[in-house]
């Protein structure tokens, strides 16, 4: 089974091809099932690597399989490997197993669509890519992967291209994420300088060693660090952290399927899933780390008072995955990997089913995602809101729920990690209480978005609600899955505390497996955890209940007074504290300004009209010049060519003067004689310089001439041959050592 | 007979030719001293080839043979369409891709 891991990336990719090339021929329904399939194969794969290989998978450092050598320069070789350890197996299964859900609901999601093939296409291009960049065991391979789910992602932003803001939603995402690959580049440049090779494994083992990652490079700080930070520009790049967040929430304009597998469950994480990877490196830089972690909190806090004021659907759970994914960042940011990639794990499943959910409500509502006409459809909708509210209270952080345990995973990490030493040792405390505050803002957002959507009553028009309707089976089905994952995946991570109550001791199961991938769990006291368990539950429980004295409902109240009391506020985090019209004047509007300028003075004025104007005209003033010699007369052209053609056979045809010299060496003296192997000698004359100060020594007919030079040393004689008759001449130099 | 009498006669030839290929205006007659310009190159590749017995001079005037058949059809062709184009041959009047 070990020589099976190249088929997980590959199928989805076959499929792709196909569907790209062949799909138009087919009917929906095949279509479809290939798409599926195709993922639900690498699932299958995927899972008998991972199960069959347990043993070596987890605690043999994983399996490796070298598919072929991709590319050798000098010392370095960059092969084409792929590589399954508990890290990369997980995010391998969530993202076939996520995946595969999320093809059969595009089934029904896309059944009025036109354009099946091209849709399936490009989400198997995705999975195929994504898998590629989970098992990618060298830099490169990672990277080729990260840039197909880039592509992937923007095709399936810009899905509906016709509408010109789908388009420039894409088109943004596509961009945004250019400049963090940008940093990813560099982070790679920096490791691979440093340790002379890209394979992960091969830098991983290096930091371990410590050894040149921990020399300074600039500012005093040390390569790790660097690569670190650049590294980290293109997790946040991918994964929508401050300040490269903008891009997520204006990707909700491609298909909700979409949303939900790249833009809440899988794509999105590849940043988490870079940091913990890179994890050895990482612990070199507990400054880098810090960055990590804070960015990461900034991000959940910002992001989750973001999506206090928004009034789309799919806008607030946008919003929210960038804040979840401050979470993890702040995870994996205290050197709590296992923990980060808890969080990932449990919030794929509920957020992907919370996306469901918004496709779903989307398709009853003809369309709308607006939350302020919606109400009341929990009656409509019974499956979807029973799917609806686990995943809610999930996410919120609700005991035994699965986001539960991951939240408590990332908390109990921020508040005991020792990893930043004595200076830094204040981030821990800070990103810990950040996110306690972030995860009440959670819970607010998400319950206000539970209680506008399906609670009170209905407040969209006739219409609209006379269209309302439970969605088809091949939605509902993957619902339902979703919602078992979000309250069954938490179980994998209980944290030790809780393990205690029912007899068992040690770390989780999870934290072991992940232990040889990433490191071993945080030592965290047991008192911390119960503490930090008390306070989530009672921030989740507090934002449930003010949303539900705001919204409970429908709009209630106080909600109105707080409108009214703050209406600055309000506006203000509804507008996003408009921070893409922050970004417009600061960076895009300078750069199409600049680019203004330059296309008229580079473009216009020197390309246009100075480079290829001014050959134009240099080329037409020749021509005007010279088409004088253009008679239109044949016998004149064959003159001219007679007369080339003489002054060429003159040139290379007439004897040549001779260059050969023999030279015998007598003590101090030399004596030099020409070899005329054409016997010309009668034309030829000879002088000759010894001593190589410019002026003849002998001169005349004689071929041959003697010197002797005043001691030993070395010596470089010239001579020049000239033929009298055919007018040539040849330079000979020659040197001459003296002993 | 010595070799160079041959070598004399075959750059008589060519320079007969070229002259004629330069200054006649009719164009019959410049072909006629192309072929004797062509005619003088294989005199002297055979004057070579039996000087210095190598029989290499010998195929290569054989070829000049074939491509002197070539272009004369070949340029006649061309003298016999211009001249339908044009009512005459002068070489002097043919000048359209004058400047």
């Known amino acids: 089974m070990f020589s099976h891991l190249h088929m997980i990336p590959l199928l ?73 350890d508990a890290l990369s197996g997980l995010l391998c299964l969530v993202v ?41 065991d060298t830099l490169p391979v990672v990277f080729i992967g990260w840039e197909g789910v880039g592509l992937a992602s923007y095709l399936l932003i810009g899905f509906w291209y016709k ?55 600039w500012w005093g700080q040390s390569v790790a660090f660097w690569a670190g930070l650049f590294l980290f520009v293109g997790a946040a790049g991918k994964s929508a952290q401050i300040p490269l967040y903008v891009w997520l929430p204006d990707a909700m304009a491609g298909p909700t399927p979409v949303s939900a597998l790249i833009h809440a469950a899988t794509m999105v994480t590849a940043g988490v899933y870079l940091v913990a990877r890179m994890s050895a490196v990482y612990m070199l830089a507990p400054a880098a780390l810090a960055i990590v972690a804070i960015v990461g909190a900034l991000t ?3 992001a989750a008072i973001i999506g206090f004021a928004q009034n789309d659907f799919k806008k607030v759970l946008a ?58 459809l929990g009656k409509k909708l019974p499956w979807t809101t029973r799917v609806f509210q686990i995943c809610w209270l999930a996410i919120c952080g609700v005991p035994v729920f699965s986001g539960f345990f991951s939240k408590d995973a990332i908390l109990d990490g921020a508040f005991a990690t020792e990893v930043y030493g004595h200076g830094l040792a204040w981030v821990g405390p800070l990103v810990g209480s950040m996110l306690l505050l972030a995860a009440l803002g959670t819970a607010f957002y998400m319950s206000r978005l539970y209680f506008l959507a399906f609670s009170g009553p209905c407040r969209a028009d006739e219409h609209t609600q006379h269209h309302i309707h439970e969605s088809p089976v091949s939605m509902v089905f993957p619902l339902v899955v979703l919602a078992a994952g979000a309250i069954l995946s938490g179980f994998v991570g209980v944290p030790p505390a809780i393990r205690e109550l029912f007899g068992k001791h040690g770390e989780s199961t999870l934290a072991v497996w992940l232990e040889p991938a990433v490191g071993a769990p945080l030592e965290i006291a047991h008192r911390t955890e119960w503490l930090v368990m008390v306070f989530a539950t009672l921030a989740a429980l507090t934002g449930i209940g003010l ?32 921070i893409d019209e922050l970004y417009g004047v600061l960076i895009i509007r300078p750069l199409q300004a600049m680019c203004r300028i330059v296309f008229q003075v580079v473009d216009r004025i020197l390309i246009d009209k100075i480079l290829i104007g001014g050959w134009a005209f240099v080329v037409d003033v020749f021509g005007r010049a010279f088409r004088f ?111 | ?81 211009v001249y339908r184009a044009r009512k005459t041959i002068d070489l002097d009047a043919i000048s359209e891709l004058r400047n």
């Open chain 1, 319 to 376: 919003y929210s995955t960038v804040s979840q994914l401050g979470f993890m960042f702040v995870g994996v940011g205290t050197a709590n990997f296992a923990g980060g990639i808890f969080h990932l794990f449990t919030h794929a499943f509920f957020k992907a089913g919370l996306f469901l959910c918004a496709g779903s409500v989307m398709h009853a509502m003809s369309g709308s995602g607006d939350i302020t006409k919606m109400g009341g």
């Open chain 1, 12 to 84: 989805p990719l076959l499929g792709a091809a196909y569907l790209i090339l062949f799909g138009r021929r087919h009917s929906r329904g095949v279509v479809q099932t290939l798409a599926t399939m195709a993922v639900f194969a690498s699932f299958v794969v995927s899972a008998d690597a991972f199960f069959a290989g347990l043993p070596a998978v987890v605690h043999q450092g994983g399996i490796t399989e070298l598919v072929y050598e991709w590319f050798s320069a000098g010392n370095t070789t960059v092969d084409l490997s792929l590589r399954m």
């Open chain 1, 163 to 217: 509408e010109n803001a789908n388009a420039s939603a894409g088109k943004k995402a596509f961009i945004t994420n250019r400049i963090g690959d940008f940093g990813f580049l560099i982070g790679m440049f920096l490791l691979f300088r440093a340790t002379g090779t890209l394979d992960i494994q091969g830098i991983l083992d290096s930091a371990k060693g410590g050894g040149a990652l921990t020399a300074p490079l």
């Open chain 1, 300 to 302: 959940a806090l910002f």
């Open chain 1, 547 to 578: 949303a539900y004295v705001f919204y409970g409902g429908g709009y209630r109240s106080p909600a109105h007074a707080f409108a009214k009391k703050f209406p600055g506020l309000v506006s203000l985090a509804r507008d996003k504290f408009r």
């Open chain 1, 629 to 739: 010699i253009q008679a239109g007369d044949v016998q004149r052209y064959l003159a001219v060519f007679a007369i080339g053609l003489a002054v060429l056979f003159w040139i290379t045809a007439r004897p040549a003067a001779p260059d050969a010299v023999r030279f015998v060496v007598e003590g101090n003296t030399v004596s030099a004689t020409v070899v005329d192997d054409e016997a010309a000698s009668g034309n030829l004359t000879y002088s000759f310089d010894f001593n190589g100060d410019g002026i003849a020594d002998r001169q005349g007919k004689m071929p041959n001439a003697t010197w002797t030079f005043s001691g030993p040393a070395d010596y470089t004689v010239s001579i020049v041959v000239e033929d009298t008759r055919w007018h040539t001449r040849r330079t000979i130099k020659r040197d001459v050592e003296i002993r």
């Open chain 1, 96 to 136: 076939t197993f996520i995946g595969t859900l999320i093809h059969i609901y595009s089934a029904g999601y896309m059944s009025h669509d036109e354009d099946y093939p091209r849709f399936f296409a490009y989400l198997n291009l995705f999975c195929g890519a994504m898998l590629m960049l989970v098992l990618g």
């Open chain 2, 1 to 81: 007979m010595p070799g160079h009498y041959y070598i004399l006669v075959s750059l008589a030839l060519f320079f007969i030719g070229t002259v004629g290929a330069l200054l006649r205006r009719n164009a019959l007659f410049v072909l006629m001293s192309l072929e004797l310009q062509l005619g003088a190159g294989s005199l002297a590749l055979l004057t070579f080839a039996r000087g210095l017995g190598d029989q290499r001079g010998h195929v290569v005037a054989f070829f000049v043979m074939a491509l002197a058949a070539a272009e004369a059809a070949v340029g006649l062709a061309i003298v016999v369409s």
